[in-house]
């Protein structure tokens, strides 16, 4: 199975995809859509078509994308929103579930602790995923995402062969 992460962003939205085989991960690729200067519109119109390429190219089969949290720029936050609303919608459109995850879920799913840093997000995904080549911050914290989705779904698909066993 192939998850692709993503970290919204109005200026720079990061992508990572990861491969999932039982237990074992594996970094398929990773890195950042820029919607460079211009009017909000045009903007918004290119981190669509750049992330409908990634989406292209490497076709995943799930997708999870982190939560908004609200900051004291309304402003910011609304324009951030809108972000992540592309950020939803490409990989909806291509036909793909579109999990959310809490910034504080990832961090203590990936890392261990709800209020990790960059640095140490980073750390630990170079730790999951060996040899991967990131692209910065944002492509890093994408391939969070993307292993906290993955620890999602090995945990409920062994509750769920749990329950079976327990019905049988």
């Known amino acids: 199975m ?3 992460g993503i970290d919204p ?12 085989q039982g237990n074992r991960l594996s970094h398929i690729a990773n890195g950042h859509c820029c919607s460079g200067e211009g ?6 119109l290119s981190l669509y078509r750049q ?6 190219r490497l076709s995943p089969d799930t997708a999870a994308v982190e939560k908004t949290f609200v900051n004291k720029d309304g402003a910011a936050t ?3 929103g809108q972000a992540r609303g592309i950020a939803m919608l490409a990989p909806a459109r291509a036909g793909l579930a579109v999990s959310e995850y809490a910034p504080n879920a990832v961090k203590k ?6 209020h990790a840093d960059k640095r140490q997000v980073d750390h630990m995904v170079r730790l999951h995923l060996p ?3 990131i692209a910065g911050a944002d492509a890093a914290d994408a391939l969070a995402i993307a ?8 945990t409920s698909g062994r509750l769920a062969g749990a329950q079976a066993r327990a019905r049988a």
């Open 2 to 4: 192939r998850i692709l």
């Open 9 to 20: 962003g109005l200026r720079s939205l990061g992508w990572g995809v990861i491969g999932m």
């Open 39 to 44: 009017d909000l519109s045009d903007r918004l």
């Open 51 to 56: 992330l409908n390429a990634v989406i292209a």
């Open 78 to 80: 609304l324009k951030l």
């Open 109 to 114: 799913t990936v890392v261990g602790v709800g």
């Open 131 to 133: 040899g991967a080549d």
């Open 147 to 154: 292993i906290c989705h993955a620890v999602h779904l090995q």
